[in-house]
């Protein structure tokens, strides 16, 4: 079974739904990410979470909200998606520190009409 | 601050030729430095990182990549590149300090070509 799981796959919405896309992991990491990634622009912080008590913004955290709902789990959410944020969406998980590798989800293909 | 320069956006190649991803880093601080593989419909995996020590890592598959501190540089090599090593390539890097997080850059992708 894979290390970090991501669900849906992928995913289309309209403009003004709300949809969660979420993230499990078995590592045992404390620190999990959501990253956006969108062609030429490379991966981009959306929120990462150290603890589950200690959730921090990333580089573009307008228009999206997460939850650390255990160590296991962080679900990132889309209040009212807005077409430009169709992307594909990482999770990824790490242990402690920066020199520590993150493992990444497969990702989620989100579209919004 | 830290941030990171993948020179090229595309690097296409003929099979069994070698290859050189470019990628410079900026950081006020000592740094952590890394290449992730994303192979297509799938999630980044890490292909290599420099920690400390030798200057020179290398990962299973043939790649290795060589810190220099003063170019604050960190190229990724391949003397002879396979037709399954087209894939997306990322340079991060992190240290110790900005929370521990990694800054990744554009990406580079790698087209290898029979």
């Known amino acids: 079974d894979a290390d970090v799981t991501q669900t849906p796959r992928n995913r289309i919405t309209k403009t003004g739904k709300r949809i969660m896309l979420e993230c499990s992991q078995t590592?045992?990491?404390?620190?999990m990410y959501w990253y956006r990634q969108d062609p030429g622009l490379g991966l981009r912080l959306i929120y990462y979470s150290f603890d589950v008590k200690d959730i921090n913004k990333g580089e573009i955290s307008d228009g999206y909200s997460v939850s650390r709902q255990a160590q296991a789990k962080f679900s990132l959410s889309l209040e009212s998606a807005i077409p430009n944020q169709t992307a594909l969406y990482f999770c990824?998980?790490?242990?402690?520190?920066?020199?520590?590798?993150?493992?990444f989800g497969p990702g989620t293909r989100l579209l919004v009409l | 601050a830290q941030s990171v320069t993948q020179l090229d956006s595309q690097v296409p190649v003929f099979e069994e030729a070698p290859v050189e991803l470019r990628c410079n880093y900026s950081s006020s601080v000592s740094v952590y430095l890394f290449w992730y593989v994303q192979y297509p419909n799938q999630g980044l995996q890490l292909l290599l990182k420099y920690l400390s020590g030798s200057t020179l890592v290398e990962s299973i598959n043939g790649f290795e990549a060589e810190f220099n501190k003063s170019q604050t540089s960190f190229h990724l090599r391949k003397p002879s590149v396979h037709i399954s090593d087209t894939a997306e390539y990322f340079c991060a890097v992190s240290s110790n300090t900005n929370a521990g997080k990694s800054t990744f850059g554009d990406g580079t992708t790698l087209t290898v070509k029979p």
């Open positions: 590592k045992g990491h404390d620190r």
């Open positions: 990824a998980t790490s242990d402690k520190g920066g020199l520590e590798t993150q493992y």
